[in-house]
Nanobody, 122 residues
Framework: QVQLVESGGGLVQPGGSLRLSCVASGFTLYYYTIGWFRQAPGKEREGVSC????????YYADSVKGRFTISRDNAKNTVYLQMNSLKPEDTAVYYC???????????????WGQGTQVTVAS
């Protein structure tokens, strides 16, 4: 059974950091593009970052560029999203997603996790 499970969310003060994890089961992440997405209350889901399967290329939304870093540990079948200098506007449910072919921040990924809540507030 293909499954993605996110963890690492929580409450953090503005300027703080969190590291989200996305663990895959039932398939090997190495062969998939992995994307991170977020959805704030009342807003549409948006792409945050993605990392390719082929050469590890990464891409970031302008809103997080320079603050967030995506990485993968193939041995652990896990992808991470390191989030630094967090802002209140980063508050959202964060999802990871996997796709065998697509690379980008569109929403057409094949597999999705259930999400983890990130709240940035003082």
């Amino acid at each position: 059974q293909v499954q993605l499970v996110e963890s690492g969310g929580g409450l953090v003060q503005p300027g703080g950091s969190l590291r989200l994890s996305c663990v895959a089961s039932g398939f090997t992440l190495y062969y998939y593009t992995i994307g991170w997405f977020r959805q704030a209350p009342g807003k549409e889901r948006e792409g945050v970052s993605c990392i390719s399967s082929s050469d590890g290329s990464t891409y970031y939304a302008d809103s997080v560029k320079g603050r967030f870093t995506i990485s993968r540990d193939n041995a652990k079948n896990t992808v991470y999203l390191q989030m630094n200098s967090l802002k209140p506007e980063d508050t959202a449910v964060y999802y990871c997603a996997a796709d065998r072919v697509y690379y980008g921040l569109g929403l057409g990924y094949d597999y999705w996790g259930q999400g983890t809540q990130v709240t940035v507030a003082s």
